[in-house]
């Protein structure tokens, strides 16, 4: 059966890097909905002819939005959010391991995994890249309570062996033996997919990346993902742990870990060669903004990677990033880019673009979700302004759609995510 939902309807079938008019909105806009995918998009009264009787919902308060898509964020790290004043080696040895070390605790995992996958819906996240945990079971309690909240999600154990501390190690036989039965359980399993997940290559031996290689040649369509060139201490430890590499980028490089279907985290120092490369795989980036300043991590170098055609979009990186949402992560590359020397203007379509379709594509999924192009799986935000807010204001006084967008990005923390709708399906938010 077919739905409308009515409101004001933004979103960006086209990428606003390379071409004018990328925002599409629709002010008294619709969405036709049926059997969980978009069938329709357009004006409200278009949409009422074309689907006499479709039932319909007024959601002409706020903003429909596609769903929006996290490329980078870790589900052991909620309640590290807010730790001030670290670099990142000294923030994981003393804030961040600690935390991690408890989810061997299934109990704990247990709660951990459903307050993460609430806290993405709730800030509208509908797709995730996520960083698992070091345990199996852990990981495992993150699949299961994606299904049961409905959330795309790719995920996978994170696999260390040198470096952090000892609860955290494994061997690169547990290792493969561990993730391979993860992958049989959850890899393809309704919106559940997979990513092999060494934390980073300072915590990983050879052996271990080896075993990430076997693992992505077993099974091809599996995800990958990690961290690159986020700090320069960081850089420089990896430079000497593998003095064979002619940057950082070559330590995955050396074991088939960079292709079309690898999204690393960060990118914020990388040299000339590294972007080459990874605009030649293919690979993408997940620009994690609130993060990098917050940890103290440095400006991404967006233009840069645009110049390369290294495909890049947003992730939250909970907890080093600042929270959950995506519209503040939004918010903050603006900010950013503003204050670097080579820094872009960013306008509102640029935000949503990265908070959305360039997420989708990302990770491959383009074609199924990141906008409301009829036939993609009907994953829809309504955010509305908190009522007497600031925002809200702007909600009665602004008339241009992408002067709202500019404000809701902005003022993001007086945006309210009203409801989800998951594969057409409302979903609960608490
Ligand atoms: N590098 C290795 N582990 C981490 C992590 O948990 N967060 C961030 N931001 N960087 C990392
Ligand atoms: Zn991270």
């Not at 670290?86 to 247990?110: G, Q």
């Not at 991404?300 to 110049?307: G, K």
């Not at 306008?347 to 409301?372: D, K, M």
């Not at 993609?376 to 759609?401: N, Q």
Request: proline letters at 5%.
């Amino acid at each position: 059966m077919t739905f409308i939902l009515r409101g004001l309807v933004l979103h960006t079938p086209k990428n606003p890097f390379r071409e004018a008019g990328a925002l599409q909105a629709f002010s008294d806009g619709g969405l036709a909905v049926a059997e969980g995918r978009i069938r329709a998009v357009g004006h409200f009264a278009e949409l009422a002819r074309q689907f006499p009787g479709a039932p319909v919902q007024d959601c002409r308060e706020g903003l429909l939005l596609p769903g929006l898509v996290d490329t980078h964020v870790h589900y052991p790290q909620t309640r590290v959010i807010g730790a001030m004043g670290y670099t990142l080696l000294d923030w994981l040895e003393k804030r961040t391991l600690p935390l991690e070390a408890r989810l061997s605790d299934n109990k704990l995992a247990r709660e951990l995994a459903r307050e993460f996958v609430r806290l993405l819906l709730r800030n509208g996240t509908t797709t995730a890249l996520v960083f698992g945990s070091h345990f199996q079971g852990a990981t495992a309690n993150l699949f299961g309570a994606a299904e049961d909240v409905g959330l795309r999600l790719i995920a996978g154990q994170v696999c260390s062996d040198r470096r952090l501390r000892p609860e955290l190690h494994t061997t690169p036989e547990r290792s493969y033996a561990e993730q391979k039965m993860l992958i049989q359980r959850f890899h393809g399993r309704g919106k559940l997919r997979y990513a092999v997940t060494p934390r980073f290559a300072l915590s990983a031996s050879e052996g271990l990346l080896e075993v990430c290689q076997a693992l992505l040649q077993e099974h091809p369509d599996l995800y990958f993902t990690s961290h690159i060139n986020e700090h320069t201490e960081e850089i420089r430890t990896v430079a000497e742990l593998f003095p064979w590499s002619a940057h950082y980028l070559g330590t995955y490089d050396r074991f088939g870990l960079v292709s079309e279907r690898s999204v690393f985290a960060h990118n914020v120092h990388p040299s000339e060669p590294e972007l080459r490369r990874l605009a030649e795989a293919r690979a993408a980036i997940a620009h994690c903004p609130s993060s990098n300043a917050f940890i103290g991590s440095g400006i991404f170098p967006m233009r840069r990677h645009l110049a390369h055609g290294v495909r890049f979009a947003l992730g939250s990186d909970v907890g080093g990033g600042t929270g959950f949402s995506l519209l503040k992560e939004g918010f903050v590359a603006y900010l950013a880019q503003r204050l670097a020397p080579d820094g872009l203007n960013l306008t509102p379509a640029h935000l949503l673009y990265l908070a959305t379709q360039a997420g989708a594509e990302v990770l491959g999924l383009g074609a199924e979700i990141g906008s409301f192009a009829p036939g993609k799986a009907a994953d829809i935000l309504w955010v509305k302004p908190e009522a007497g807010s600031s925002l809200e204001v702007h909600f009665r006084h602004l008339d241009s759609p992408e002067e709202l967008l500019g404000s809701l990005f902005t003022l993001h923390g007086e945006a309210r995510v009203e409801k989800v709708w998951l594969l057409g399906q409302e979903a609960a938010l608490n």
